[in-house]
């Protein structure tokens, strides 16, 4: 439905997993998106929304090793593409743009 | 953050973790576990275990909203329903009785159809059905059913497949020995009027096994029940076991009462073991058994008792190789049938699939399922179409709320999906609710049309899958409809908040041809229950010749093996003796077949090449006085010429007429049509006796010659009920062993009213249904369109149209689509009724009564419906209205 587009919640969700670092999952991700926006965000929604980044080639995942932490549990690990990133970068610099066109009106 | 290893850490509640195993989610299920684990135990650090325990419940319900196909499908389905209740909401009344109809025609068709399922369709639980045959015994000029029991023990020794016998009788069931037996000075024999009457099938000590009868509990028949001198025991069949003894494992190895004989109940076949090509018996038991339950002596090959016999095709044999193995067999060894030519051969019938149950075999089976299920699937139509008419005047109604979506550029596919999805839910909701009213239906239907209690009736895979089929389709079906409409047309016309006002041809067409079919499938309903109904009364006028009232028959089951020819003509002698002097007896006499009785034979006639099913009746000379027939022409044998059987023959009107059109049959022989050279010396008026339904009275009557199978028909001269103590009272003295079965000639015939009573019933209790279904449909458009149309009314009304013009105009507008439906119907009525005419009764498939009181039946209450509310929008205040716009 939203193509190869960004909608807000999942905007988030890419650029918690980016500013989380190379070796991030789906728990972490939740906890920064939460923080971030300060409001509460469910497990599902996390989900959902790298599921999809991952459908549109956002985000890629791979299974992490099993570590003591967990009880020995596996860790879907996700990465951010460099088209991901792109369309990121794209998304803020459009916003940029009008906020800018908008700063310029008002001083005029 | 780090996790306590010191005190026992908080653990996730188990209600969410078990709510989190309902969720399926494949290989993911590890990880996902793990990372709720997790967030817990950080969230119970940080924020306390309640509200972490809460938020895991939070985080568990919203994994329903992640997608793990990649599709939305299933989110949108949650929205979608979300949505479609609160819709539902605004309009409960139209909901509920929209989904209250869809439920009752669900509910009705899975019930019929349950019965259908039960008696026709369940597969008998026949090990290897192909292989499994019914042994018929071909004669020169027929077929036979059954075989002498000494030939059954013949077959079964000398043939090389497994041939199994089986013989049905009733026998009285009670569980305690109290009252059954009379006194030895009162009579002795059992007596016949205590317990519960119960089906008995008597089979060789094989049968079980050979048809593969594994026990459900206990065991079935072994040689040694079989034994002469072993003391009677009985398999009970899974539905009695259910019904009558509660299921009770314990009621293995317990005693019961047959006929007053005490016997064991060994073991319960599986309930998927219904018996070859009946419907289950509440026992079986071994031939031994038989004289035990009778009083008489064991069974031996000089036993004259009648037998069906089965058997099995031995693996690699064809059907034919096993005929003629088995014909050699017969022919070497079996008995001559009296008076019906000597055994010809074998013939080897399929047996054991439940097409071999119905008379006519699977033809006639897929011809009356096809009627069912018409039938059925117009009720249910009726009820979609009124979900359809519910979905598509909400669409209407929400044109707006469609076309803002549209607008903003949501898919069509996905505004289908949405009302499809409210009409699912809506079939859904039905269906579980028709579950429940089929579990109290389907009994209340088995008791209406007295299926025996031995038939299981609980709903099976194939009844589960039959109600969620139609509740989906249902669903799906009365969805699909209003969403091609509701979707379509242009985007601005509901922007612009105008209303119904603008172009709205297609729904109204669209409600109109809703209408239509909905009169039109009430109508083929509605006439198929005039047909039957007429049928009945149609059936209790039928001429069968003479008057039954005052008969009554007395059938002796007599210790056979004691009673040979001559033993059985001095009992009759002496009890025919005994009955004429009876005050209040003004005839009696004897005869193979009597009215109603159940039995019948039947022999066929050829002529030109064509076989005339005749009936053949053996009866006393004074037979046609005492039921009442009149000699037409010629006369009637005398008692001399019964007493040395000599070869003439009777025959009745139809029959003359049939062969002998313009000349006197009186002195002809039978020669040109049968192999027989039995001379007519007579012609008898004409009478029904043997099946209402089969309305011919083409019959020939001879001299008897069976006299050990003869029943006495008795004429009484007043109340015939009050006779019956007293012919038993006339007849047990002569032997008490003898059980004496005495019943009134015009109970039988009220029996086989019967059929097409029950057959009137369900018909009329369907079209009930689908009128009360019409017209809750026709209502709830009327009411629909006449809202819509109200500014257009308070116009004319303003313009000076009078509110009689307002309401004909309604009035024409709403009945139009009745009436063109009503004629589809009647065309349909006229085709569907040619398939029933084998069960109509005196009535013709095309009875314009029929025809002519459904259609006033309907029309009457399509402007009932119609002129409540086209009335109360004619009352519309014409300012207000204007006004308001």
């Known amino acids: 439905m939203k193509g190869d587009r960004l909608g807000e919640f999942e905007e988030f969700t890419l650029l918690a997993v980016r500013a989380l670092g190379e070796q991030t999952y789906a728990v972490p991700v939740q906890r920064y998106v939460e923080e971030a926006t300060a409001r509460p965000v469910s497990m599902g929604a996390i989900y959902a929304a790298l599921a999809r980044l991952e459908d549109k080639g956002f985000v890629q995942s791979s299974m992490g090793e099993a570590t003591a932490r967990r009880g020995g549990k596996p860790k879907r690990l996700f990465r951010v593409t460099p088209i991901g990133l792109k369309t990121a970068r794209e998304l803020h610099r459009v916003r940029e743009r009008i906020w800018n066109a908008i700063a310029e009106a008002r001083r005029s | 953050m780090t996790p306590r290893f010191d005190a026992k850490p908080p653990r996730p509640p188990r209600l969410a973790r078990w709510i989190l195993r309902l969720r399926p989610l494949g290989t993911r299920r590890a990880e996902v576990t793990a990372d709720l684990d997790e967030v817990f135990a950080e969230r119970a650090d940080a924020e306390g275990a309640s509200r972490a325990a809460r938020r895991y419940y939070h985080d568990v319900l919203s994994l329903w909203t992640w997608n793990l196909s990649g599709t939305r499908l299933a989110g949108d389905a949650v929205q979608d329903l979300s949505h479609g209740l609160r819709v539902f909401r605004r309009n409960p009344g139209a909901v509920a009785i929209t989904v209250l109809g869809l439920s009752l025609a669900i509910a009705v068709s899975t019930s019929v159809f349950t019965l259908f399922s039960a008696t026709l369709l369940r597969a008998t639980g026949v090990s290897e059905p192909a292989s499994t045959v019914r042994v018929m015994r071909a004669f020169k000029d027929g077929i036979g059913t059954t075989w002498p029991y000494a030939d059954y023990v013949t077959l079964r020794e000398h043939a090389r497949m497994p041939v199994e016998a089986a013989l049905r009788d009733d026998a009285r069931f009670t569980t305690s020995p109290a009252p059954v037996r009379r006194s030895p000075a009162a009579g002795g024999a059992p007596s016949d009027e205590t317990g519960e009457r119960v089906q008995m099938t ?17 065991r079935i028949l072994q040689p040694m029940d079989d ?19 509660a299921a009770d494992p314990s009621a293995i190895g317990r005693q019961i009462w047959l006929n007053g004989v005490p016997t064991t109940i060994v073991g319960v076949a599986p309930r998927s073991f219904t018996g070859i090509t009946d419907q289950p018996p509440a026992f079986w038991a071994p031939f031994a058994s038989y004289h035990v339950l009778y009083s008489g002596s064991p069974l031996t090959r000089t036993s004259p008792v009648d037998v069906n016999l089965y058997g099995r095709i031995p693996p690699g044999a064809t059907r034919a190789q096993a005929e003629t193995e088995l014909s050699a067999v017969a022919a070497a060894a079996a008995t001559p049938a009296p008076g019906a030519g000597l055994t010809a051969g074998v013939r080897l019938d399929p047996a054991g699939s439940p097409a071999t149950r119905v008379e006519g075999g699977g033809a006639v089976l897929a011809l009356v399922l096809t009627i069912v299920m018409t039938v059925l699937g117009l009720v249910v139509l009726l009820a979609c179409v009124n979900v359809a008419n519910l979905q598509l005047a909400s669409a209407i109604a929400r044109r707006r709320e469609i076309g803002v979506r549209l607008a903003l550029g949501a898919a069509r596919s996905r505004i289908i999906r949405q009302l499809v999805t409210e009409s699912l839910a809506l079939g859904l909701a039905a269906g579980a609710i028709a579950l429940l009213l089929t579990l109290w239906l389907g009994p209340t239907l088995a008791a209406m049309v007295r299926l025996p209690v031995t038939v299981d009736m609980t709903p099976d895979a194939r009844v589960y899958l039959f109600l969620s089929v139609v509740s989906i389709a249902a669903g799906i079906g009365a969805g699909l409809a209003p969403a091609r409409h509701g979707t379509r047309g242009d985007l601005l016309t509901p922007l612009k908040g105008d209303g119904p006002a603008a172009g709205s041809a297609r729904p109204s067409r669209m409600r109109a041809r809703l209408i239509g079919v909905q009169a039109a499938a009430s109508l083929v309903l509605l006439v198929l229950a005039a047909l039957l109904t007429r049928a009945t009364i149609s059936a209790t006028r039928v001429d069968v010749g003479f008057d039954a009232r005052p008969l009554v028959t007395i059938s002796p089951a007599f210790v056979r093996e004691r009673y040979d020819a001559a033993k059985a003509q001095a009992y009759w002698d002496a009890a025919l003796e005994r009955v004429r002097g009876l005050p209040n007896v003004r005839a009696a006499s004897l005869t193979l077949y009597p009215p109603y009785g159940g039995g019948r034979a039947v022999t066929n006639l050829k002529r030109n090449g064509v076989r005339h099913q005749v009936y053949s009746h053996e009866t006393q000379a004074d037979y046609f006085s005492t039921i009442g027939l009149r000699i037409v022409r010629g006369r009637g044998y005398t008692p001399a010429e019964v007493t040395s059987r000599t070869r003439v023959v009777v025959i009745s009107e139809t029959l003359a007429r049939m062969f002998w059109p313009d000349q006197d049959p009186v002195g002809q022989t039978l020669a040109p049509f049968d192999d027989s050279n039995d001379v007519i010396i007579g012609v008898v008026s004409d009478a029904i006796t043997a099946h209402l339904r089969e309305r011919s009275a083409a019959a020939l009557y001879r001299p008897l010659r069976s006299v050990e199978s003869a029943t006495i028909v008795v004429r009484s001269g007043s109340t015939p009920e009050a006779l019956v103590p007293a012919l038993r009272d006339a007849l047990l ?65 303003a313009v000076g149209a009078s509110r009689s013009d307002v309401m004909r105009l309604l009035l024409r507008d709403s009945l139009r689509p009745v009436a063109v439906g009503l004629a589809a119907g009647a065309v349909v009525a006229l085709l569907a009724t040619q398939l029933f005419s084998g069960i109509l009764y005196g009535v013709g498939a095309r009875d314009p009564l029929a025809f002519a009181s459904a259609i006033g039946i309907l029309l009457l209450s399509a402007a009932a419906a119609v002129f409540i509310p086209a009335r109360r929008a004619a009352r519309v205040d014409p300012a207000f209205v204007l006004r308001q716009s």
Request: charge should be positive; hydrophobic fraction near 50%; aromatic fraction near 8%.
């Open chain 2, 227 to 245: 034994a002469i001198g072993a003391p009677p025991v009985v398999v009970a069949s899974y539905g009695f076991w259910v019904r009558r003894l």
């Open chain 2, 733 to 797: 003295p002569l032997d008490p062993r003898v059980r004496l079965d005495i019943a009134l000639v015009a109970s039988g015939l009220q029996n086989e009213l019967e059929e097409p009573r029950i057959m009137a019933t369900l018909a009329g209790a369907l079209a009930a249904l689908a009128l009360c279904l019409a017209i809750v449909g026709i209502y709830g458009v009327t009411t629909f369109v006449t809202a819509q149309r109200t500014r257009e009314i308070g116009l004319r009304i």
């Open chain 2, 202 to 218: 008597f089979v060789g000590e094989g049968y079980l096994r050979v048809f593969g009868a594994r026990p459900l509990q206990g």
